[in-house]
C-alpha cells in the first residue's frame, strides 16, 4: 500500500509541475528554444549575459559603429534583462541618432524604449554606469536627454544649435 501512495504522490507531484510548465510557457510565449532557456534562467536567478560579446559591442561602439555593436549586444543579451547592456543599447541609439542640425526622432525613441528598460532592470533605478569613455553615466540623464531630443521647440531653430556637443 506504502508504494502505491507514494506512485500517486509522484504522479500528482509531476502533474502540477507539467500544468505550471504549460502555464509558464503560455504567459512568457517564447518564439525559440533559446527564449525559453534564457526565460527560465532568468526566472531562477542565473542569468547572466555572454561577456565576450558584450565586450566586442563595445569596441564597435568606440568604433562609431553602433548598428553592429548594438546588433552584438543583443546577442550577448538574448533576454534583454541585463541592465547595463540596455544602457549601452540606449547609448548607441542617441549615438547614432544625434545630428548637429537635427536628431533622428525614430532612433532616439528607440533608445528611450531601451533606457526605460535599463531603468526598470536596475534595483534601484538609479543606474549608473562607470566608463571614461561616455559623457552620460546615469541612465536616468541619458533617458531625459533622449526625450529633450525628441521634442520639438523653438530652440530647434537656433543657428548656434550646430557648436553643441554630442555627449
Known amino acids: 500500500m506504502r508504494r502505491q501512495t507514494l506512485i500517486s504522490a509522484l504522479g500528482i507531484a509531476w502533474t502540477i509541475f507539467y500544468?505550471?510548465?504549460?502555464?509558464?510557457?503560455?504567459?512568457t510565449a517564447p518564439q525559440t528554444l533559446a527564449e525559453i532557456t534564457t526565460q527560465a534562467s532568468s526566472a531562477v536567478?542565473?542569468?547572466?549575459?555572454?561577456?565576450?560579446?558584450?565586450?566586442?559591442?563595445?569596441?564597435?561602439?568606440?568604433?562609431?559603429?553602433?548598428?553592429?555593436?548594438?546588433?552584438?549586444?543583443?546577442?550577448?543579451?538574448p533576454g534583454g534583462r541585463d541592465a547595463r547592456t540596455q544602457f549601452y543599447i540606449a547609448y548607441s541609439?542617441?549615438?547614432?541618432?544625434?545630428?548637429?542640425?537635427?536628431?533622428?526622432?525614430?532612433?532616439?525613441?528607440?533608445?528611450?524604449?531601451?533606457?526605460s528598460r535599463a531603468l526598470s532592470l536596475s534595483p534601484e533605478s538609479a543606474l549608473t554606469i562607470d566608463d571614461p569613455e561616455l559623457k552620460m553615466h546615469a541612465a536616468a540623464e541619458l533617458k531625459a536627454e533622449l526625450e529633450q531630443g525628441v521634442e520639438r521647440t523653438w530652440d530647434d531653430l537656433n543657428p548656434l544649435k550646430m557648436t553643441r556637443e554630442r555627449k
Open 45 to 77: 536567478g542565473t542569468y547572466q549575459i555572454d561577456q565576450a560579446r558584450f565586450d566586442a559591442a563595445r569596441e564597435l561602439f568606440r568604433r562609431e559603429q553602433h548598428r553592429a555593436a548594438r546588433d552584438e549586444w543583443a546577442r550577448a543579451d
Open 19 to 27: 500544468a505550471a510548465f504549460v502555464v509558464w510557457l503560455y504567459a
Open 93 to 115: 541609439f542617441y549615438r547614432e541618432g544625434w545630428g548637429r542640425l537635427y536628431n533622428d526622432d525614430e532612433l532616439f525613441r528607440q533608445g528611450i524604449e531601451a533606457a
